[in-house]
């Protein structure tokens, strides 16, 4: 057990439609940060945050935005739903905000019919 | 463009032999490289990691060596047991940010 806690654990709905995935890191982690894996294929980076703040960026679309609450969850917003964003969206945390490993949750699986 | 890449999507090796797995690089900016393992239905788990100014890092039947001169990390495995069957992935970072960039997985099996 990791200690990252990802909620819900499969999804499923609609296009068009807006749905919000919950991550709660390990006790005393400050960083955040959510990936995506689509079928097949490796891991991608979304967004990390430290302490409430954003400390990087990836190829994360405008549909889709993220935030980290004083408690030190996040969320992870994607809005507008195509089929396409059907994948795996991982949660993970860190210690600190670099040279550290990343401790993954066990992902949310979203299913866009 | 994928910045780290693992070429062989999958490997088979016999229980009690080595297993290799490979990966490559292009950003020689990268310094700071893990290797994570993955079974069904989990998130990925933390095996091992290595920062550029070691090329080589041990952790019991884990090693990961770094030839930074061919941006090349590779993960041995000895010996391989039928439980380290699984997905595994290598990742990369460069500075002062934990940005991983992770290539695309290689699936071992290791036949009992």
């Known amino acids: 057990d990791s200690g990252v806690t990802q909620t819900p654990k499969h999804l499923i709905t609609a296009t068009g439609q807006r749905v919000t995935l919950r991550c709660s890191p390990r006790s005393g982690d400050l960083s955040v940060y959510w990936y995506q894996q689509s079928l097949d294929q490796g891991l991608q980076f979304l967004i990390q945050?430290?302490?409430?703040?954003?400390?990087a960026k990836g190829n994360i679309l405008e549909r889709f935005s993220a935030q980290q609450f004083p408690d030190l969850h996040s969320e992870l917003n994607l809005s507008s739903l195509e089929l396409g964003d059907s994948a795996l969206y991982f949660c993970a945390s860190s210690a600190q905000s670099s040279n550290s490993p990343l401790h993954f949750g066990n992902g949310t699986r979203l299913t866009v019919t | 463009d994928q910045q780290v890449k693992q070429n062989s999507p999958s490997l088979s090796v016999q229980e009690g032999r080595i297993s290799i797995l490979n990966c490559d690089y292009t950003n020689s900016m990268f310094d700071y490289f893990l290797w994570y393992k993955k079974y069904p239905a989990e998130g990925p788990t933390f095996l091992i990691s290595i920062s550029s100014i070691k090329d080589k890092n041990e952790d019991g039947r884990f090693t990961v060596f770094l030839n930074k001169s061919a941006k090349h990390l590779s993960l041995h495995i000895v010996p391989s047991q039928p439980g380290d069957s699984a997905v595994y992935f290598c990742?990369?970072?460069?500075?002062?940010?934990?940005?991983?960039?992770f290539g695309s997985g290689t699936k071992l099996n290791v036949k009992p």
């Open positions: 945050y430290y302490n409430g703040e954003e400390r």
């Open positions: 990742a990369a970072s460069e500075g002062n940010f934990n940005k991983f960039y």
